[in-house]
């Protein structure tokens, strides 16, 4: 097993994210997918939308095997309730 590099902080990692998301992948996905899962990789802005986490981020990683991913839950300020 790879044991993935972090290339930016965690403060940069969660900007990029937000900002690629805000600006690119919000207008494409928010439209019938409220409550799923966007999986977004920070340097290349590609993405995947699953009802998940873990199928989000493996789709992602299947195309782009060093993926830096930040995931957004469609419609809700986090990801994860507890």
């Known amino acids: 097993m790879t044991v993935q590099q972090f290339h930016y902080s ?3 990692f ?3 994210g937000n900002e690629i998301y805000q600006s690119q992948v919000r207008p494409q ?3 019938g997918n409220h ?3 966007v999986a977004i ?3 290349t802005g590609a993405f995947e939308l699953a009802k998940d ?3 989000a981020s493996d789709q992602l990683l299947e195309r782009y095997p060093d993926a ?3 995931c957004i839950r469609i ?3 986090g990801v994860h309730r507890y």
């Open 10 to 12: 965690k403060e940069e």
């Open 14 to 16: 969660a900007r990029r």
């Open 29 to 31: 996905v928010e439209q």
């Open 35 to 37: 409550g799923k899962i």
């Open 41 to 43: 990789d920070i340097e």
């Open 53 to 55: 986490t873990i199928t």
């Open 68 to 70: 830096q991913i930040w």
């Open 75 to 77: 419609g809700q300020k």
